[in-house]
């Protein structure tokens, strides 16, 4: 994502709905990953789920942005979990496939 379309989707979203905050666009998260899901879990591929995809982006962005952190605030984290999570040893997938890192002590 651009600084320029973050700076539009976040500038939209207070101008929009300017009573939400970070904790009610988590809360809308919540429910737009689970449209996601449903769409991930069917046998069509539509042109739906980048839709839904989107729809999780722009609010997570949002979210963020509404807690205070800026587009470089963003991007600085992101590059630093991904670090983090570089160094990590990771499990096996559970049922759903997700991959765990291994606590150490």
């Not at 739906?48 to 952190?69: H, P, Q, V, Y």
Request: proline share 3%; glycine share 4%; aromatic share 10%.
């Amino acid at each position: 994502m651009t600084q320029e379309l973050f700076l539009e989707v976040t500038e939209w979203q207070d101008k929009t709905f300017p009573l939400s905050s970070a904790y009610s666009k988590v809360c809308h998260l919540e429910s737009e990953v689970q449209d996601l899901k449903q769409e991930l879990n069917s046998i069509v591929h539509t042109e739906n789920r980048k839709s839904e995809f989107a729809d999780c982006f722009i609010l997570l962005f949002g979210a963020a942005c509404a807690d205070g952190m800026s587009y470089e605030d963003i991007i600085f984290c992101i590059e630093a979990k991904l670090e983090v999570n570089k160094e990590r040893k990771w499990g096996k997938p559970d049922e759903n496939g997700v991959v765990n890192h291994i606590q150490t002590p």
